[in-house]
């Protein structure tokens, strides 16, 4: 559909119990002049364990990113080992020119070192100046084989690192040695997801099809309410950002009968927009 928001529900309930319901949120599929200009910061670990295969695929993965952006979205790449480096103290519109100047950098990366989680994530968010609420949705996508080893390298410590709450944290865990249950609450805990690849699978697959589905924000600051039926057990809890042509699902349970309306608010650019 091109409509501006199409939405569809399904419920089930049974005599007098509470009933269950499924509720499908579909924006437009063409994202043409409707997607909001992003930020979006790629940490991408470069310790001695990448070497080889992960390496090369790693690099191919940040190239397809970089190269992707859209003009109106701004980046910054912070690559990390035993410390935490950035590719420009602040974040830069995705030109031409700045995109060339990015892979020229993704092409001389090299793996070394350590794992220092903690001083790469506090790096990465940084670039969005914390406590600054921006018009744009902020993402920030860490990719890592590896457990931290230098630096922070408790789990309640590193998950202190991230304090913007503006923050949509979205990581990657390659082989055997990550540690799953930090990088799933890193992400459960800033409004993001988590995926696991064994070894060999392709990183530049996984990250250019998660790509494809956040490249275009059309709506940010998402909030849903629910009018003359009382909803509850909503899943998923939050939800931040509405992409063009990505279904939002949400299940939940509901109390009542009768007429119920969905009212969607969000931003657009930082101006309110209501369905």
Not at 46 to 74: F, H, I
Not at 85 to 101: E, H, I, M, Y
Request: aromatic letters at 6%; zero cysteines.
């Amino acid at each position: 559909s091109d409509k501006d928001m199409a939405a569809n529900v399904l419920t089930h309930k049974v005599g007098g119990e509470d009933g269950y319901f499924l509720l499908s949120l579909s924006p437009p599929m063409k994202s043409n002049t409707l997607a909001i200009g992003k930020d979006i910061v790629l940490v991408a670990d470069t310790s001695g364990s990448m070497q080889g295969e992960k390496m090369e695929q790693a690099k191919k993965a940040l190239k397809y990113v970089v190269t992707s952006l859209a003009p109106n979205d701004r980046f910054g790449i912070v690559p990390f080992n035993t410390d935490a480096d950035s590719f420009r103290s602040a974040l830069v519109p995705a030109t031409t020119d700045n995109k060339r100047l990015a892979v020229d950098l993704i092409d001389d990366l090299e793996p070394r070192g350590g794992t220092n989680i903690g001083d790469a994530l506090k790096t990465g968010a940084s670039l969005f100046k914390p406590g600054e609420k921006s018009e744009r949705p902020a993402y920030l996508v860490m990719m890592t084989d590896g457990e931290p080893t230098v630096g922070e390298t408790t789990e309640a410590g590193i998950l202190k690192t991230i304090t913007n709450k503006e923050i949509r944290l979205f990581d990657f865990g390659v082989g055997y040695d990550v540690n799953t249950r930090l990088l799933n609450k890193l992400s459960s805990d800033n409004h993001g997801t988590s995926q696991f690849l064994e070894p060999g699978e392709s990183m530049e697959v996984a990250l250019a099809a998660f790509y494809e589905k956040i490249k275009a924000p059309v709506l940010s600051d998402v909030q849903i309410s629910y009018n003359g039926v009382t909803v509850k057990d909503v899943y998923p809890r939050q939800v931040k950002d509405i992409f063009a042509g990505n279904q939002l699902l949400l299940l939940g349970r509901y109390k009542g009968a009768g007429s119920a309306s969905v009212n969607i608010t969000g931003k657009v650019s930082g101006v309110s927009k209501a369905f």
